[in-house]
């Protein structure tokens, strides 16, 4: 009778270990799509408005772990595509690399121009310049490749310290934010603005998130889609309520564009 019990823990067990371990696998490689089913989605997405198309790339990461390379696991790799982690400026690239491509390949023609001052160079599908990349969120914002600054159209704005050469900036803050809430589309994207006092890196921006709406009977509900996390900590990419993220937010205010 021992022996049978014993043999019955024993594969509950093993049942449990191979579970667990099919779960860490899907977790950690769910977005891992073959270049079939990206083409599909993109099918199927084509007619959408560009800001919908976004917001859908952006929620198909909900759950992937975050990226705890300083520079970003795409950046030491060299490579374009990197999507087993993700950090907040790689979730903002590769969600509107995909919303404005027809093919994975279109979308690293893309990502060749978007990621980068000038252009990016591939060879021998390693990137050879990834110096001239964007490394700040500010410089993504004046440069126009990521959209049109709609900063003023959502609230009042405010003038703060700007840095690296400009001496202001414009954003919104987060009371503003809460009241112009109505006014965000899904596909913008959110530029959060650090305070100047707490600037380690004379970085402007210190976190990048997109918008996602959602209209359900009567509301219509605000979501944030970003990377939350710590390099060397951990974290994973969320969707949560916009609002109650600007609450808790560590943010002074918030930047945002729009591509239209």
């Given amino acids: 009778m021992r022996s049978e019990k014993w043999e019955v823990m024993k594969n509950f067990f093993i049942f ?9 696998l899907t977790s950690h490689f769910c977005l891992a799509l073959p270049g ?13 408005p560009v800001g919908e198309r976004i917001a859908f790339w952006a929620e198909k990461f909900v759950g992937i772990p975050y990226d ?8 030491s790799k060299a490579v374009i595509v990197a999507d087993e982690r993700v950090d907040c400026m790689y979730l903002t690239f590769r969600a509107v690399e ?32 990834y110096d001239d990349r964007f490394e700040y969120g500010e410089d993504m914002i004046y440069s126009g490749k990521w959209g049109n600054e709609i900063t003023s159209d959502i609230g009042r704005i405010r003038k ?25 589309k899904s596909g913008d994207i959110i530029f959060f603005v650090k305070d100047p006092k707490k600037r380690s ?12 709406t959602e209209n359900r009977k009567e509301n219509r509900e605000v979501y944030l889609i ?11 990419v969320k969707k949560v309520l916009f609002k109650n993220y600007i609450r808790k937010m560590p943010f ?9």
């Fill in 16 to 24: 449990l270990f191979f579970t667990s371990y099919f779960l860490l």
């Fill in 36 to 48: 079939e089913e990206i083409i599909r989605y993109q099918s199927e997405l084509k007619d959408k």
């Fill in 68 to 75: 705890n390379d300083p520079m970003g696991e795409y950046v």
């Fill in 98 to 129: 995909l919303a404005l491509s027809n093919t994975p390949d279109e979308s690293i023609e893309i990502a060749l121009d978007k990621r980068f001052h000038a252009k990016g160079i591939l060879k021998d599908n390693k990137v050879m310049n």
């Fill in 160 to 184: 703060i310290k700007g840095s690296r050469g400009t001496s202001l900036t414009d954003m919104i803050t987060p009371e503003e934010l809460i009241k112009g809430i109505k006014n965000l």
């Fill in 201 to 212: 890196a004379q970085e402007i921006v210190g976190h990048i998130g997109i918008v996602k």
């Fill in 226 to 236: 970003h990377a939350s996390g710590t390099k060397g900590k951990g974290g994973a």
């Fill in 252 to 260: 002074i205010g918030a930047k945002i564009a729009r591509l239209r």
